[in-house]
C-alpha cells in the first residue's frame, strides 16, 4: 500500500486504516515501525469495534474502495486490480 500511496496520494488518493486490534502500544509501534504515512485509527474494541459489522468484515485484512461521492465502489482487490480501480476512480473524481 505505500507504494501506492506514495504514487497517487497527490492526486487525491488516501488510505483510512483501522486496526482491529486490542492492544494501544502493539498498534502505535507497528504504525511508528512502519512508518505508515495515512491516517489510522483503532478503538481498541479488536474485532467488536463497528466498523467490522458497517462494512461487513469477513477476513483479514480487508480493504474497501470508496469514491468521492461516498459510494463502495470495490472490495478486497489486490495488485494490478487494485492499482486500476485507484486510477479509475481518481479519473472520475476529476469530471
Known sequence: YKELYEKYEADGFEIFQVNIGTSKPVWVNAV???????????????????????YNIKTLPANIIISSGGDIVARNLYGDKLEKEIEKQLRNSKR
Not at 41 to 48: I, N
Open 32 to 54: 511508528l515501525d512502519q512508518k505508515l504515512p495515512w491516517i489510522s485509527v483503532s478503538d481498541l474494541r479488536g474485532e467488536s469495534t463497528p466498523a467490522v459489522g458497517l
